[in-house]
């Protein structure tokens, strides 16, 4: 318990200390999962409520392999990642390997189906409801459509912040494609494994402290911008 | 005078199932006409084929003149000329304003305007003291009357009505009534009343259609169905005995 409460403390000054090197590493963490999320959101979000809206052919099959893919582990996200961009890859010829590019690819691949595959549960959970409102008071197709997504966006904050979550407390994948290169690719909790078997435990609890208020203050901003959710967040009554 | 709906030899299935198969039904303008019958018998996927909500599988639909081709901007058009509520009506996230706006807004409506049309609905219901309320905390009659200044904000010709009083207390049920009785004769909406509740069709329709097992087997005016029924089902249905 000690070491516990000594790690704690000195983690701690670690993080007021402001060591320009812990800077430098929660800056990568935070570039590299943000880029990630966003880019997986843009791809996401339409895609998923295209699929829950649409009747195409395949799309019940895409969806099965969407939520296959949502537990995805993040060491075969990665290993998938580091055959395409291998030198002998199909893509090997640009280089990414070992840069924080390589990172946000197989962050992507990890986000993407978790965001796509909550966005088109979320939106086939309300859509005919939803839609019979909006088409009999007058809307067109795609104005319906929109009051889907619309009515469906606390569902899809939340795909966002189980994304999020998952992205940045992911080591195994950003270890096998960025390989924890000083100053460049070393993030947050690679940097965890690395000074915990360096024998820095207390170094190690200062950069988790440092991970969990990045998650707690990204999840806070997000629900900040939807006002509504923390509205909706009140618990249920139970008497 | 064109009737406001027109449908000829109408079959629906789901699956194998014929849920719905109505020889000639013509319902003229400006009347509040009662779908009645038990559950299941095909009164609201009637009124979903008339609402342009559910496609027929044969037989002809005509409203307001036009053949239906379910093309996107004949929908369109006829859509905006009929609203719907149902029994539990669906309020999007948003205050009650913007749940009565919606409807102006896709309209491309000027704020001007909306906010007008909005206050003038919402009085006519009484509902003016909660235009700025969460439209998801109200309660069951409230909602309902929301949904119904919803619906008259557009300026419909046709109103459509599914068992809006099923869920809410008798009290706030008499005050419903009360207002689609003057949104018929005061604005001339047509209203197309679905109900299992033979004492509301009574009180409010002009014309009763009554349907059994998909099918439509007497329709007349609301004093000649309940007074001297004339099919042995309808009888049965509206003495309450247990046939069916």
Redesign the interface.
């Known amino acids: 318990m000690d070491i516990i409460i000594q790690g704690l403390k000195e983690g701690l000054m670690l993080v007021w200390s402001m060591d320009p090197k812990i800077i430098q590493i929660t800056l990568v963490s935070l570039q590299v999962s943000l880029s990630a999320l966003l880019i997986a959101a843009c791809l996401g979000i339409p895609l998923g409520a295209a699929l829950a809206l649409k009747e195409v052919p395949g799309r019940r099959l895409f969806l099965n392999i969407t939520y296959t893919f949502m537990g995805l582990p993040p060491v075969l996200a990665g290993l998938i990642v580091y055959l395409v961009l291998t030198t002998r890859g199909p893509l090997g010829q640009f280089q990414l390997l070992f840069t924080p590019t390589a990172m946000i690819c197989a962050q992507i691949l990890l986000a993407f189906p978790i965001i796509c595959g909550l966005t088109a549960r979320t939106v086939m959970a309300q859509r005919q409801?939803?839609y019979?409102?909006?088409?009999?008071?007058?809307?067109?197709?795609r104005?319906a459509a929109w009051?889907i997504i619309?009515?469906s966006r606390m569902g899809i904050i939340a795909a966002l912040t189980t994304a999020l979550g998952r992205l940045v407390a992911e080591v195994g994948a950003v270890m096998l494609v960025g390989g924890n290169i000083e100053g460049s690719t070393r993030v947050l909790t690679t940097s965890i494994v690395l000074e915990t078997r360096m024998g820095e435990d207390s170094r190690a609890i200062g950069i988790g402290i440092i991970l969990l208020v990045i998650s707690f203050s990204i999840i806070v901003l997000i629900n900040l911008l939807e006002k509504?959710s923390f509205k909706n967040d009140a618990g249920i009554q139970i008497t | 005078m064109t009737p406001v709906f027109k449908l000829h030899k109408i079959i629906k299935r789901y699956g194998q199932r014929e849920v719905l198969h109505i020889e000639e039904i013509n319902i003229h303008g400006q009347k509040i006409c009662a779908i009645l019958g038990p559950n299941g018998s095909g009164k609201t996927t009637l009124m979903r084929i008339m609402?342009l909500?559910t496609r027929n599988d044969t037989g002809t639909v005509n409203i307001l003149g036009e053949d239906i081709h379910w093309g996107?901007e004949q929908l369109?058009k006829l859509?905006?000329q009929?609203?719907?509520v149902?029994q539990t009506?669906?309020m999007?996230?948003g205050n009650v304003y913007d749940n009565v706006a919606?409807?102006l807004k896709?309209?491309r409506m000027p704020e001007r305007g909306i906010r007008a049309a909005v206050e003038k609905s919402l009085e006519l219901l009484g509902m003016s003291a909660f235009i700025a309320a969460d439209a998801r905390n109200l309660s069951g009659g409230e909602r309902q009357k929301v949904a119904i200044a919803?619906?008259l904000a557009?300026e419909p010709r046709v109103l459509?009505l599914d068992e809006p009083t099923a869920n809410i207390d008798p009290q706030s049920a008499v005050e419903i009534e009360r207002h689609v009785r003057f949104i018929n004769r005061e604005l001339g909406t047509t209203i197309i009343l679905v109900t299992h509740n033979l004492f509301q069709a009574r009180r409010l329709a002009d014309e009763v259609f009554f349907m059994w097992d998909g099918k439509m087997v007497e329709r007349g005016s609301a004093k000649d169905i309940f007074e001297q029924p004339q099919d042995e089902r309808t009888r049965s249905f509206l003495s309450g005995e247990t046939v069916f």
């Open positions: 409801e939803v019979d409102t909006a088409v009999t008071l007058g809307a067109s197709r104005q009051a619309r009515e509504r | 609402g909500l996107k369109l859509r905006r009929m609203t719907m149902t009506s669906f999007f996230e919606y409807g896709i309209r919803r619906a557009v459509f």
